[in-house]
């Protein structure tokens, strides 16, 4: 992609992931909420329906696509100092990915 | 450099112009940030909670002291901070709510829902 794409793809993915990340949480959140008190059993067992793993799955990746793009651009509208910011997007991408390698390792040792 | 205008050195914050609508952005980036801070403790919560019955038991354990309920709810205001403003965004990318006076309505509206709604949780969560 060239420069001048970029700005508008980033544009276009924010929005996309956000809404994704929106309808998840709110189906989600109004399960659990709907449910009341889970037991182990019950909660392992509602996360681990294939449905629910892969769109748990998405959601990671919309929330590391969401998060880096919403990060960027705060650090490049905020720091100005050339190595701070560099030292910072890249706190912020390690972060990302580790936590969703990590995330992604639970799900699957989850549905085993 | 001496023809140029002097630095403003007018800074009261209270009288400085400050609409509704940037209220409602600036607290966007803030909530944003603070949901991205919290990602890690989410995915580690998770961790936890499907680690068998014990696991589990540890998770529902971190939650309980006051300090960390108390976080949960500054998280719960910035994820309904966020989403409502981010669905104003939206409509406002697709050309629904433009003229200032509805953008500033809807400002107000996902300023104070947001926060009315961050306090409703923070009472359920005491």
């Not at chain 2, 803030?30 to 038991?57: C, E, H, K, R, T």
């Not at chain 2, 998770?59 to 309980?64: D, E, P, S, T």
Request: aromatic share 12%.
């Amino acid at each position: 992609m060239s420069g001048h794409t970029h700005g508008l793809r980033s544009w276009l993915l924010q929005r996309l992931s956000g809404v994704y990340l929106a309808i998840y949480l709110v189906y989600a959140i109004a399960s659990v909420l709907q449910h009341g008190s889970y037991s182990y059993t019950e909660w392992h067992a509602w996360l681990v329906q294939p449905v629910m793993s892969i769109a748990t799955a998405g959601f990671i990746l919309a929330m590391l696509a969401h998060g880096w793009v919403g990060m960027r651009d705060v650090i490049l509208d905020y720091v100005h100092h050339l190595g701070v910011r560099l030292m910072l997007l890249t706190l912020v991408g390690l972060m990302l990915v580790a936590c969703g390698l990590w995330a992604v390792r639970v799900l699957l040792l989850a549905a085993g | 450099m001496s023809s140029q205008q002097p630095a403003p050195v007018f800074l009261n914050l209270f009288r400085i112009r400050f609409p509704v609508a940037a209220v409602t952005s600036i607290a966007h980036r803030i909530s944003g940030v603070l949901l991205f801070l919290f990602f890690p403790f989410l995915v580690w919560l998770l961790d936890l909670s499907l680690q068998g019955p014990d696991g589990y038991a540890r998770a529902i354990a971190l939650l309980q002291p006051l300090w960390v309920r108390m976080g949960l709810a500054l998280i719960a205001w910035s994820l309904l901070h966020h989403l409502l403003s981010g669905i104003r965004f939206l409509l406002i990318d697709i050309g629904a709510g433009v003229s200032l006076r509805v953008a500033r309505r809807t400002a107000w509206i996902v300023n104070l829902t947001g926060l009315l709604l961050g306090l409703a949780c923070l009472w359920w969560l005491l």
